[in-house]
């Protein structure tokens, strides 16, 4: 039997990772070529269920793209597994969990993160905001390290920390397309501390009490990307690489301190190449 519709898939979902992920297609290129394939359907698979909003203009084609996901991974629905062998993701996907033994409930928990992006409810608190960022990227974390092969507890604790760090960073990053949107992902507790003011969010106003929130928000980022790199100082060298996004978080966090709110300073792709390999290299992890 040829391999060549496998192959097709795996290219497929290294394509879209590329153009949609870079951060974590470039952390990619440090782990062995078996790893690799699951790390990037996993990301493929992100940038699909993640990225929902972008291609719905109401919120139930958006519920019913993630149903669909959630029916491929359970096995429920009509004709779901059948659809998946057609679907390139889908089928890298189904292959990474078989060969990697990848917790369903994991990926459930993670588009069921999600349906929150599909709606224009405001994040209501940071406890919310940080719940999502456990199940959305903190999750992902923990299955890149489970396809390493990492599954103690202490890489599950690292994977929480990462997560957090990289989704709050993620938040500060999107806030001009949120606005866009009129979505609010800055914690609704935040807002009121500062006294930020949702409508001068949405037209993108860059007030002192915006920038204060900005700096709470930055300051918990930086707080959970510190817990996560003194957490992988003791842990073994085989956890590094499940944790290499890290660097450009670190790197973007920094950035963003000196830059306004709404033009956040984006890493090019060579500078994101670039940060990757010399965490990669160095001894002992930095970001």
């Not at 978080?249 to 956040?264: C, D, H, M, V, W």
């Amino acid at each position: 039997m040829s391999n060549a519709p496998s192959n097709d898939a795996a290219a497929f979902c290294a394509d879209l990772v590329r153009a949609r992920d870079f951060r974590t297609y470039a952390a990619s290129l440090f782990v062995s070529p078996e790893a690799r394939r699951a790390w990037l359907a996993l990301a493929a698979f992100n940038a699909e269920v993640a990225h929902v909003r972008d291609h719905v203009s109401q919120p139930l084609p958006g519920e019913i793209r993630l149903q669909w996901w959630r029916d491929v991974l359970t096995g429920e629905g009509q004709g779901s597994r059948g659809e998946a062998e057609a679907n390139p993701v889908a089928a890298e996907l189904l292959r990474a969990i078989t060969h990697h033994n990848l917790p369903i409930e994991t990926f459930v928990r993670l588009i069921d993160a999600h349906v929150f992006d599909v709606y224009d409810d405001p994040m209501p608190d940071m406890a919310a905001l940080e719940a999502h960022c456990r199940d959305t990227s903190a999750a992902l974390y923990g299955l890149r390290a489970k396809v390493l092969g990492l599954k103690s507890p202490e890489a599950v604790r690292i994977a929480e920390h990462a997560g957090i760090a990289e989704g709050l960073v993620d938040v500060m990053l999107a806030m001009p397309r949120h606005a866009a949107r009129r979505q609010l992902y800055l914690p609704g507790d935040l807002m009121n501390l500062h006294g930020v003011i949702a409508e001068e969010f949405f037209l993108r106003q860059a007030s002192q009490p915006l920038r204060e929130a900005l700096a709470h928000l930055r300051r918990e980022a930086a707080s959970q990307l510190q817990q996560a790199i003194a957490m992988l100082a003791s842990a073994p060298l085989s956890a590094r690489a499940a944790f290499l996004p890290l660097a450009v978080i670190g790197k973007n966090l920094t950035r963003l301190e000196s830059s306004e709110p709404f033009a956040p300073p984006l890493l090019s792709r060579l500078g994101i190449l670039w940060t990757t390999w010399r965490a990669a290299s160095a001894k002992p992890f930095k970001a």
